[in-house]
């Protein structure tokens, strides 16, 4: 019996495995079990990542500085007493303060992609419904319970974006240049709120709240846009260097984390003072017209910039972020300290009044040149796998200091003026020194 030779073409045996396979395959996608090959990225894409990060926390620094920086119209508009504006404004600090730490755990969990472009969406979707229905018109005008409603509501959406962008840009940098590349994302702080609070109360006054809205609303849409483009998971060559971070502790259940969280929402307490209330303070204390009042902040902002970019480069290049941080605390505690004694003093000698808006300048600096070095320190300490929630751990206490601090100014200026203002800032910076101390 003759043996024909078996034809290389495709045997149903063979035909049949690759079909199981397919479905396997598919089904396993389907289960979130298999994941897609990642694209192929150019050996810069991470600057993209990078610049999402700077998008996404400059459009919402934007919306939660520049809408209370409208807050004259904004009284005006809704009809409120000052009572009600403050719990409105309150309660947008308290939505992100609220919604910072299970934003963070999600992240961890679904990836900083999913999240952000969850958030921004969201965040977008809900102050475009605000443009629609929660703005003052010729027909009606909202009532106070719905405008803080509507805020904290916008302040629990706008929580994703810190800890979702955080992991990200952990996961594209290498060690060497994560410092580096967390201070530009945390320089889009102030860059956001400065440009909110530049343009936000003349769209109110000229085209009312539904474009303060609308323009917000498109802001946080176009960053997710540059998200669902650009933004993945890194490649596993470059998330390989801090995988071996992930096996500690879960960021909850680590005293450390805990330990930097405190003390970076220690530092912002008087960093808060200076953003909230020193226009007022150089206003009633120092007479100080707006051109100075305004410069001074300028300047603080300006300064709290550059400073958080140099910081990241220097601390990347020597590897000594706990220690900047050692020196940022007593150097802020410092500035405020010797603010305190120029209030003091300048009673009994007025021409020192003029020496105050400098040290207000130098004391705003140094306690803001630290955030990039801090949330890249506590990154690291967290590892790999709790980015996340380390990052929105940190900035729950940053947000309730938002909460808390223009709450407490006005019960310590009744009660202890404005030398007990600037002395309750030199503690808290004095308190979280030590803190800094133990190394890891």
Not at 30 to 47: D, E, I
Not at 115 to 132: F, K, R
Not at 189 to 212: N, Q
Not at 335 to 362: C, D, E, K, N, Y
Request: proline share 5%; charged share 10%.
């Amino acid at each position: 019996m003759a043996l024909h030779p078996v034809r290389q073409g495709r045997s149903p045996a063979v035909t049949g495995m690759r079909i199981m396979s397919a479905i396997v395959t598919r089904a396993e996608c389907r289960l979130g079990k298999t994941t897609v090959a990642p694209p192929r990225f150019g050996p810069n894409h991470r600057w993209k990542v990078l610049g999402i990060g700077v998008a996404a926390n400059a459009g919402f620094s934007a919306t939660f500085s520049g809408i209370p920086a409208t807050a004259v119209v904004m009284r005006q508009g809704y009809h409120l007493d000052n009572t009600q504006l403050g719990l409105a404004l309150g309660l947008l600090g308290l939505g992100v303060a609220l919604s910072e730490l299970p934003w963070g755990v999600l992240t961890d969990r679904w990836g900083d992609r999913r999240v952000l472009l969850t958030g921004l969406g969201a965040t977008a979707a809900w102050l475009l419904i605000m443009a629609l229905l929660v703005v003052p018109t010729k027909m009606a005008i909202p009532g106070a319970a719905l405008l803080s409603a509507s805020l904290l509501v916008a302040g629990l959406l706008g929580g994703s974006v810190n800890g979702s962008s955080g992991r990200a840009i952990m996961g594209w940098f290498a060690e060497g240049e994560r410092g580096f590349a967390m201070s530009i994302r945390q320089t889009a702080v102030p860059m956001g709120g400065g440009l909110g609070a530049l343009v936000l109360p003349s769209l109110a006054s000229a085209y009312g709240f539904a474009a303060v809205f609308g323009l917000l609303a498109s802001a946080s849409a176009l960053s997710a846009l540059f998200a669902w483009r650009w933004l993945h998971e890194p490649p596993t060559e470059a998330g390989s260097h801090v995988a071996a971070a992930s096996t500690g502790p879960a960021p909850l259940r680590n005293i450390e984390v805990w330990r930097i969280s405190t003390a970076i929402g220690l530092l912002c307490f008087p960093q808060v003072a200076v953003l909230t209330f020193a226009s007022v303070f150089l206003h009633d204390f120092a007479g100080m017209g707006t051109l100075v009042t305004s410069a001074s902040l300028a300047v603080v902002q300006t300064g709290a910039m550059t400073m958080r970019v140099w910081s990241g480069r220097y601390t990347d290049r020597h590897g000594n972020r706990r220690s900047f941080l050692k020196l940022c605390s007593a150097l802020s505690a410092a500035a405020f300290l010797l603010l305190w004694l120029f209030v003091l003093a300048a009673g009994r000698q007025p021409a020192l009044i003029t020496a105050l808006p400098f040290m207000v300048v130098v004391a705003g600096i140094s306690v803001s040149a630290w955030h990039g070095v801090a949330y890249t320190e506590l990154a690291t300490l967290a590892g790999a796998g709790h980015v996340g929630t380390a990052l929105s751990l940190a900035n729950s206490f940053v947000f309730i200091g938002f909460c808390l601090v223009p709450i407490a100014i006005p019960w310590l200026l009744l009660v202890f003026a404005w030398q007990g203002v600037w002395l309750a800032a030199a503690i808290c910076a004095a308190i979280a020194w030590p803190i800094f101390l133990r190394q890891v």
